[in-house]
Structures are given as structure tokens and as C-alpha cells.
């Protein structure tokens, strides 16, 4: 079973919208984080961490990579769908997230 991502904690602790919550506001999202984002989207491999270098093992340095991805994926999911969920009441979901989860796990596979 799957426990309650963060996201979903921190909105029923507050019995309220997410963009109520100050660290889920719209300008939070779409500030510079989104921008980084993009850029992390773009170059991928250049943040991998340089301690991977270090490891003999390809199959080893794969795994980790894509074990970070799926993170990086399923976090984004989180958000998204959190984002575009009416209930949470974000005005304009569409240009605060501009790439649909699908489209992140694309890029990314």
C-alpha cells in the first residue's frame, strides 16, 4: 500500500486548498523553481552527482540513474496532478505547469 504523498498531508492538515498553503502558492511554483526545472529537463545528465563517477559498475551507475529518475518522475506526477486538481483551487493550472507529467517522463526516459 502506498502512503499519502506529502503534498496530500500538508492539504488535509490545513482542510483547505493547496494555494492557500504558502509553500504551494502559485507564485512559489511558478517562480524560479519551474526555470530550473526546465533546465534539469533539458541537460539531465548534467547533474549527475560526481560520486557516480566513482563507481566501477555501469549496470550499478544505471540503476541509481534511473532509480532517480523514477523519483524525479513520480514526484512531478504528485505535483501535477495536485496542481491541476480543481479542488486546490490554482487559477490558470495550465500556465503555472506547463508540461503535462507524460510529457516529463518522456523527456526523462
Request: hydrophobic share 40%; net charge neutral.
Amino acid at each position: 500500500m502506498r502512503s499519502p504523498s506529502t503534498l496530500v498531508i500538508v492539504a488535509d492538515a490545513w482542510h483547505d486548498s493547496m494555494h492557500l498553503v504558502p509553500t504551494f502558492g502559485t507564485e512559489t511554483v511558478t517562480s524560479n523553481s519551474q526555470v530550473q526545472f526546465d533546465r534539469y529537463l533539458s541537460s539531465p545528465d548534467s547533474l549527475v552527482m560526481a560520486q557516480l563517477n566513482f563507481l566501477l559498475s555501469a549496470t550499478l551507475k544505471e540503476q541509481i540513474f534511473k532509480k532517480s529518475t523514477e523519483l524525479v518522475c513520480r514526484a512531478y506526477t504528485e505535483i501535477y496532478t495536485a496542481v491541476m486538481n480543481p479542488v486546490n483551487q490554482y487559477k490558470e493550472p495550465g500556465a503555472i505547469l506547463h508540461r503535462s507529467s507524460q510529457q516529463v517522463h518522456s523527456l526523462l526516459s
